[in-house]
C-alpha cells in the first residue's frame, strides 16, 4: 500500500494544488457576481458555460491525450484553468464570464479525467479502494481549504482571483517534474443512451435528476449563503459541511446498497434529502448551527446518489458495456447539471433563496418517486445475477461538489476485467 501511495505522490501533491485553488475560484465567483449585482438567474446561465466546457472536455480530451500524452495535456489544461480566472478578474461582464467558466468547465473536466486515469492505472484490486479514498479525501481537503482562503480577502478585488491563479500555476509542478511513468495510451469510450434506458430507466432519469441536484447545490449553494445574510466565513463552513456529508457517507450507503435492491436505497436517500432540505428551510442564519447540521445530511445523500444509478446500471449490463453505460450516463448527468441551476435559479428569482431548498426538496421526491415506481414495474435483481460491487465516486462536477464522472470517456479497465461501479 505504502508503495502504491509513493509511485502516486506528487499526482496527489498536483490534485490537492488544483482542488485549492478550484475551492476558491468556485466560492469567489459568485460572491463576486453578486457583488456586481447579478440576478441569480444569469449567475445560473453563467454556470451553465461551465457545464457545458465540462462534457465537452469529456469527450474532446481522450483525443488530447492520445496525442500528446498525459502530462502535456494535464499541464495545458491547468494553464488554461489560470487564464480563465484571471480573465475573470480582467473582464467583469457576465456574458464574458460564460465563455470564462466553459474554459473553467473544460479543463477540469480533462483533468479529472487524466487523474483518475493515471490512478487506476496504478491500483489493483487489492488496493483500489484505498487508494481512491485517499483520492477522495485529497479532493475534499483542497476543496474546504480553497473555500476558507475566500474570507481571507476581498472577493471584489484582484487579490484573491490573483492567488488563485498562482495556486492553480503551482499544481503543474509535481507532476511536471515527476520521474514516474507516465500512463499507457487510453482509449475513446461511445455511448447508447438508448441501451442505457432499456437496461436501466430507474439510472437514465436518475443521471439527470442527480445532476440536476449536484449541479444546482454546486452553481447556487454560495449564492444562497450570501442571500440569506451569512458571512463568507459562515458560508464556507456551510459549503464544507455538505461536502463532508458526501464523503462520509457514500461508502455505508454503497455497502447498504450491495445487499439490498438498490431501488429501495434510492427511495430512501431521495426521502432523506427531501426532508433535509425542508428542514433546512425551516431554520434562519440567526444560529447558523441547525444549518450546517442540514447541510451535511443534505450531503449524506445528495452526492452518493450519482454512484448509485452507475451501479444499478452496470448491474443490469454485460461486461462489455459497462464503459458505454458509464459514459451515457456520464452525458446525461452532465444535461442535468445545465437544466438544474436554470431552474432553480427562475425559482429563486420568484421564491428568494430558500428557493433553492425548495428545488433541492422537488428534485429529491423525484428521484425517490421514481425509483419507488420503477419497483413495481421490474422485480429486484438478486437472486438472478451477482451484483457489481459498489464504487465510491469523488465527483466534483461543480465547484462545490465531490463529484464527477471517473473514467467515463476513457474506457479504463482494471486489472482482470472492466472497472465495475
Given at each position: 500500500?505504502?508503495?502504491?501511495?509513493?509511485?502516486?505522490?506528487?499526482l496527489?501533491?498536483?490534485?490537492?494544488?488544483?482542488?485549492?485553488?478550484?475551492?476558491?475560484?468556485?466560492?469567489?465567483?459568485?460572491?463576486r457576481?453578486l457583488?456586481?449585482?447579478?440576478?441569480t438567474?444569469?449567475?445560473s446561465v453563467?454556470a451553465t458555460?461551465?457545464?457545458?466546457?465540462?462534457?465537452l472536455?469529456?469527450i474532446v480530451?481522450?483525443?488530447l491525450v492520445q496525442?500528446v500524452g498525459?502530462?502535456r495535456?494535464?499541464s495545458?489544461?491547468?494553464?488554461?484553468?489560470?487564464?480563465s480566472v484571471?480573465?475573470?478578474?480582467l473582464?467583469i461582464?457576465?456574458r464574458?464570464?460564460v465563455?470564462?467558466r466553459?474554459?473553467a468547465g473544460?479543463?477540469?473536466?480533462?483533468?479529472?479525467?487524466?487523474?483518475?486515469?493515471?490512478l487506476n492505472?496504478?491500483?489493483?484490486?487489492d488496493n483500489?479502494?484505498?487508494?481512491?479514498?485517499?483520492y477522495?479525501?485529497t479532493c475534499?481537503?483542497?476543496?474546504i481549504?480553497?473555500q476558507?482562503i475566500?474570507?481571507?480577502?476581498d472577493?471584489?478585488g484582484?487579490?484573491?482571483f490573483?492567488?488563485?491563479?498562482?495556486?492553480?500555476?503551482l499544481?503543474?509542478?509535481p507532476?511536471?517534474l515527476?520521474?514516474?511513468q507516465?500512463p499507457?495510451p487510453?482509449?475513446?469510450?461511445r455511448?447508447?443512451l438508448?441501451?442505457?434506458?432499456r437496461r436501466s430507466p430507474?439510472a437514465?432519469i436518475g443521471s439527470?435528476l442527480?445532476?440536476a441536484?449536484?449541479?444546482?447545490?454546486?452553481?447556487?449553494?454560495?449564492?444562497?449563503?450570501?442571500?440569506v445574510?451569512?458571512?463568507?466565513?459562515?458560508g464556507?463552513?456551510?459549503?464544507?459541511?455538505?461536502?463532508?456529508g458526501?464523503?462520509?457517507?457514500?461508502?455505508?450507503?454503497?455497502?447498504?446498497s450491495d445487499?439490498v435492491d438498490?431501488?429501495?436505497?434510492?427511495v430512501?436517500?431521495?426521502l432523506?434529502?427531501?426532508?433535509?432540505c425542508?428542514v433546512m428551510?425551516?431554520?434562519?442564519t440567526?444560529?447558523?448551527?441547525?444549518?450546517?447540521?442540514?447541510?451535511?445530511f443534505?450531503?449524506?445523500?445528495?452526492?452518493?446518489?450519482?454512484?448509485?444509478?452507475v451501479?444499478?446500471?452496470?448491474d443490469?449490463a454485460?461486461p462489455?458495456?459497462?464503459?458505454?453505460?458509464?459514459?451515457g450516463?456520464?452525458?446525461?448527468?452532465?444535461?442535468?447539471t445545465?437544466?438544474?441551476p436554470?431552474?432553480?435559479g427562475?425559482?429563486?428569482?420568484?421564491?428568494?433563496p430558500?428557493?433553492?431548498?425548495?428545488?433541492l426538496a422537488?428534485?429529491?421526491?423525484?428521484?425517490?418517486g421514481?425509483?419507488g415506481w420503477?419497483?413495481?414495474?421490474?422485480?429486484?435483481r438478486?437472486?438472478l445475477?451477482g451484483?457489481t460491487?459498489?464504487?465510491?465516486?469523488?465527483?466534483?462536477?461543480q465547484g462545490?461538489?465531490?463529484?464527477?464522472t471517473?473514467n467515463?470517456s476513457?474506457?479504463?479497465?482494471?486489472p482482470?476485467?472492466?472497472?465495475?461501479s
Amino acid at each position: 500500500m505504502l508503495l502504491s501511495l509513493a509511485s502516486v505522490a506528487t499526482l496527489m501533491l498536483s490534485t490537492l494544488l488544483m482542488m485549492a485553488g478550484f475551492g476558491l475560484m468556485n466560492y469567489m465567483l459568485p460572491i463576486r457576481s453578486l457583488a456586481e449585482g447579478w440576478s441569480t438567474l444569469t449567475i445560473s446561465v453563467i454556470a451553465t458555460g461551465y457545464t457545458f466546457g465540462f462534457t465537452l472536455s469529456c469527450i474532446v480530451t481522450p483525443k488530447l491525450v492520445q496525442r500528446v500524452g498525459h502530462v502535456r495535456v494535464f499541464s495545458a489544461l491547468i494553464t488554461l484553468l489560470t487564464v480563465s480566472v484571471l480573465l475573470c478578474s480582467l473582464i467583469i461582464e457576465w456574458r464574458a464570464w460564460v465563455l470564462f467558466r466553459g474554459l473553467a468547465g473544460f479543463a477540469i473536466a480533462g483533468s479529472y479525467l487524466i487523474i483518475e486515469s493515471w490512478l487506476n492505472e496504478r491500483v489493483t484490486n487489492d488496493n483500489r479502494g484505498a487508494l481512491f479514498s485517499v483520492y477522495m479525501i485529497t479532493c475534499l481537503v483542497g476543496s474546504i481549504g480553497g473555500q476558507y482562503i475566500v474570507p481571507l480577502g476581498d472577493p471584489s478585488g484582484a487579490q484573491l482571483f490573483i492567488l488563485c491563479g498562482l495556486i492553480f500555476s503551482l499544481a503543474i509542478f509535481p507532476t511536471a517534474l515527476s520521474t514516474a511513468q507516465s500512463p499507457a495510451p487510453i482509449a475513446q469510450a461511445r455511448f447508447d443512451l438508448k441501451k442505457l434506458y432499456r437496461r436501466s430507466p430507474v439510472a437514465f432519469i436518475g443521471s439527470l435528476l442527480s445532476g440536476a441536484l449536484s449541479g444546482t447545490w454546486g452553481s447556487l449553494g454560495a449564492v444562497y449563503t450570501q442571500n440569506v445574510g451569512m458571512s463568507t466565513a459562515q458560508g464556507a463552513t456551510l459549503l464544507s459541511a455538505v461536502l463532508a456529508g458526501g464523503a462520509l457517507a457514500q461508502m455505508p450507503i454503497g455497502r447498504i446498497s450491495d445487499r439490498v435492491d438498490r431501488r429501495l436505497v434510492m427511495v430512501f436517500c431521495g426521502l432523506f434529502g427531501t426532508l433535509s432540505c425542508l428542514v433546512m428551510a425551516v431554520f434562519s442564519t440567526d444560529n447558523p448551527l441547525p444549518l450546517y447540521i442540514g447541510g451535511f445530511f443534505v450531503g449524506t445523500v445528495l452526492y452518493p446518489v450519482y454512484a448509485l444509478n452507475v451501479a444499478h446500471a452496470n448491474d443490469l449490463a454485460e461486461p462489455n458495456e459497462y464503459v458505454t453505460i458509464s459514459s451515457g450516463i456520464m452525458i446525461l448527468y452532465g444535461l442535468g447539471t445545465v437544466s438544474g441551476p436554470l431552474m432553480a435559479g427562475t425559482v429563486m428569482e420568484w421564491a428568494g433563496p430558500k428557493g433553492l431548498l425548495w428545488f433541492l426538496a422537488l428534485s429529491f421526491a423525484a428521484y425517490a418517486g421514481y425509483a419507488g415506481w420503477r419497483m413495481t414495474r421490474r422485480p429486484s435483481r438478486e437472486g438472478l445475477v451477482g451484483k457489481t460491487d459498489f464504487q465510491s465516486m469523488p465527483i466534483p462536477m461543480q465547484g462545490t461538489d465531490p463529484g464527477h464522472t471517473p473514467n467515463a470517456s476513457f474506457g479504463e479497465t482494471e486489472p482482470g476485467g472492466p472497472t465495475r461501479s
